[in-house]
Nanobody, 127 residues
């Protein structure tokens, strides 16, 4: 089970930090991802991280603004979001790929490879 938290209302240019906690140990061959879905739009990849080495991948629109990180001791994955704008408004979901040891970094972006999803947390950026 994945539990996402940290969403809320933030002004444009501001920051938020999301956190995703897993109820069971995250194993070294897992990939953890953050996705988002804005009203009327499809769910889209935001960032992903490989648990065993921390290698990360981001969608182009958040590069340099968002940072995904993992905390092995706490069994959590965080998404630090800076310089936010109205296009970041969405429900944010965390998800997990298992058995991802041999997958490429580009595969982090594939929605279909994620097997379990959290319940989502709403992020609203006001202009």
């Amino acid at each position: 089970q994945l539990q996402a938290s940290g969403g809320g209302l933030v002004q444009a240019g501001g920051s938020l930090r999301l956190s995703c906690a897993a109820s069971q140990p995250i194993l070294s061959n897992y990939v953890m991802g953050w996705f988002r879905q804005a009203p009327g739009k499809e769910r889209e990849f935001v960032a992903g991280i490989r648990w065993r080495d921390g290698r990360a991948n981001y969608r182009d629109s958040v590069k340099g603004r968002f940072t995904i990180s993992r905390d092995v001791a706490r069994n959590t994955v965080d998404l630090q979001m800076n310089s936010m704008n109205s296009e970041d408004t969405a429900v944010y979901y965390c998800a997990v790929q298992r058995n991802a040891r041999m997958r490429s970094i580009q595969s982090f972006q594939s929605v279909s490879l994620y097997e379990y999803w959290g319940q989502g947390t709403l992020v609203t950026v006001s202009s």
